[in-house]
């Protein structure tokens, strides 16, 4: 791959398809920061995409992610300046300058947070990310689970609030800390995580992910487009398993420490008729249940599609009567390791549960 290609467009319409199905129904809306980015476009911005491999070790990246709990996403807009500034801060801080910007999670609205940040700062977006989804905790990444350091940290509003977290004591500190001035600004800000240099990132990133979600993006809009099933289609790209076909019957959720949880009940429908799957999330989906039993849990990608659409549909965006398929996909190998699992596998969610791949 050449060392910096531009992003077309239409990649940045796939990339918010893909990343909303990856971010296992959070990562929050892309549908904001993507008319955003439309509006970069057609001003004559374009962002350009980097390999990781061409960072020289010594270079430094800004891992860039909305924080919050995505149902506040919906309500107050999203304003690029706010991930700019939190990143220019990072910049002052630290007196040096970013090569590059990287997706904390590929998942939803995040995958088009770096993309943002890039269009005001003028530097690439590098291809990937440290979850290869999206979850909810700052501990849940790939650098988290290769003890790379945890700060600084800097969180910006969209009033003129702004937050530096100089030091924190361990990972779930950092989690801790910036969920704190989080929720005191709203629930939602931009944050920039701790720097990564060009060596962390090639060794301890999950590589290629954000030409991985506009592929997948890719497939659903040409299933779309030839009358084919998209929810297959993605499936297919992924090499995903259907769990369950039907209806939202119940959904309970509540808006708590700046995140979103609750459980969701779907009624089966077509082959799955007179079966039940619960799911349950905390902004993403964590655990499913069918007829009582556990079915998937994290890190397994829990995805729920639109049945007829292959949209995926977030936490904060399920509703009574939608029509929805629960499709897992893998998960990066990364997040399977024990210390992966500690991090991101169900116990860390507060379920006491083993962890059984559907794919295993």
């Known amino acids: 791959m050449a060392p910096l290609r531009d992003v077309s467009a239409a990649e940045i319409e796939s990339l918010a398809i893909g990343a909303w199905i990856l971010g296992t129904g959070g990562g929050g809306s892309p549908y904001l920061a993507l008319l955003n980015m439309r509006r970069f476009y057609r001003d004559g911005v374009v962002v350009r995409l980097m390999d990781a491999l061409d960072l020289a070790d010594d270079d430094l990246v800004a891992i860039v992610s909305n924080m ?7 309500e107050r807009l999203t304003d690029p300046r706010t991930i700019e500034r939190a990143v220019r801060m990072m910049e002052e801080y630290l007196g040096r300058r970013f090569r590059a910007v990287m997706s904390l999670e590929i998942g939803g609205g995040n995958s088009i947070q ?7 700062l003028g530097v690439p977006v590098v291809d990937g990310d440290c979850m290869g989804r999206a979850f909810p905790e700052a501990q849940m990444t790939s650098f988290a689970i290769h003890d790379l350091p945890m700060y600084p940290l800097t969180l910006a509003d969209v009033r003129d609030n702004a937050v530096i977290v100089a030091r924190a004591q361990s990972w779930k500190w950092m989690e801790r800390l910036s969920r704190t001035a989080c929720v005191a600004v709203g629930s939602i800000a931009g944050t920039c995580k701790a720097p990564r240099t060009g060596k962390e990132v090639k060794e301890c990133g999950i590589l ?3 030409t991985k979600a506009i592929r997948l993006g890719r497939a659903v809009q040409a299933a779309r487009r030839e009358h084919r099933d998209p929810v297959q289609a993605a499936i ?15 959904v309970a959720r509540r808006a708590t420490e700046g995140f979103l949880r609750g459980t969701a009940t779907l009624d089966g429908l077509d082959a799955d008729r007179g079966h039940t799957f619960r799911l349950a999330f905390q902004n993403e ?14 890190p397994d990608l829990i995805c729920v599609l639109d049945t007829v659409s292959g949209d995926a549909i977030g936490t904060e965006t399920l509703r009574y009567g939608q ?17 992966g699992l500690e991090h991101v596998g169900p116990r860390a969610f507060g379920y006491d549960l083993d962890f059984h791949s559907v794919f295993a």
């Open 323 to 339: 029509r929805v398929t629960v499709v897992a996909l893998p998960a990066a190998p990364i997040l399977l390791t024990p210390k």
């Open 285 to 298: 989906f964590a655990v499913g249940w069918l007829d009582g039993a556990v079915r998937v849990t994290t």
């Open 68 to 74: 919050g709990a995505p149902l506040v996403g919906q």
């Open 114 to 120: 770096p993309f943002m940040a890039a269009a005001l």
């Open 236 to 250: 297919d790209t992924e090499r995903g398993l259907r769990l369950f076909t039907g209806k939202v019957q119940d």
């Open 208 to 210: 290629y992910t954000t």
